[in-house]
């Protein structure tokens, strides 16, 4: 049988993780337990997060906010702050799962599942977040771009945990996108993803634009080359047509059960494409 703790703070987290360093942590469960159930993973003893306040919730700090590893898809949706500021990722939540897996599902699950189709991710590396990671004795802070290593792969050591994401506000970005393509609308994975945030003038010209693509290599994607070659230009279907050949040569997309890489290589394109109604 599986030892399950229930640590209610992080001093009672630190000192279970020293006596049980082959513990398995787990929030929501819906990535996790999800495994375990199928067989997939057999870990010796379980260490579930919810009652950890410390890793819950919404804060803003100064031109930051911080967004605790342990909220929930569910809580971030009605959230006034992230409404207000960060509508790429209400965007993204709006398409996950459904609703009780919004429910018991939270960020930092998300974020460490690195799954390349994870929704919440896209929009967090447009946002250029950053991952506090915390152990007894440091924290630290890294981009999700560093953080994220390859599928299921994060730059975690023992000891330490995800307590939350830093995201700056006022980014200015007027402009915030996402859309993904699944197999059905409800409970699907990506096939391929996109976040946009832009900021256009209006005489409709593009000012800044960061681009993410998800579910077309082993992590998100960006391309700073498609963004400079973006800036300055007027958002039209011809401006638009002049990166996709550098979108389409840098995705690296897989065949797999869910789409073959050519579809998704031409689904990327079409996603960039959906820009233009944001045209004036
Ligand atoms: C039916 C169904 C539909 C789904 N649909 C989607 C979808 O459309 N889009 C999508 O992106 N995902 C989807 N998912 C996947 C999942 O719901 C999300 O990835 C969710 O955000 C995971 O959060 P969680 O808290 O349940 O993670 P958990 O299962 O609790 O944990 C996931 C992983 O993260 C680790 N972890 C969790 N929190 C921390 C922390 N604070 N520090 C360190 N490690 C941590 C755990 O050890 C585990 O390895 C779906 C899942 C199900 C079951």
Known sequence: MTDIFLPSDLDELWRLLNIKPEAALYAGGTDLLVKRRSGLIDPPSLVCLERIQELKGVKECGDEVFVGALTTHSELLSHRVIRKHFPVLIQAIAVLGSPPVRNMGTIGGNI???????DTLAPLY???A????????????????????GPGQIDLGQGEI????????????????????????????????????????????????RLAWGSVGPTVMRFPEVERLLEG?????????????????????IDDIRATASYRREVAGRLLHRLINYST
């Open 233 to 253: 230009k007027p958002l039209t279907v011809d401006g638009l047509n002049d990166v996709i050949e550098l979108v389409h040569a840098g995705i690296k997309p």
């Open 130 to 149: 950053q991952m506090e990671i915390r152990s007894l004795s440091s924290s630290r802070r890294v981009p999700i771009s560093a953080f994220i290593l």
């Open 126 to 128: 447009v946002l250029d």
């Open 112 to 118: 460490v599942t690195a799954s390349p189709a994870g």
């Open 162 to 209: 995800l307590a939350g994401v830093w995201i700056k506000r006022h980014q200015g970005f007027r402009l915030q996108h996402y859309e993904k393509v699944g197999r059905r609308n409800a409970l699907a994975c990506s096939v391929v993803s996109m976040a946009a945030i832009m900021r256009v003038s209006s005489d409709n010209r593009i000012y800044e634009i």
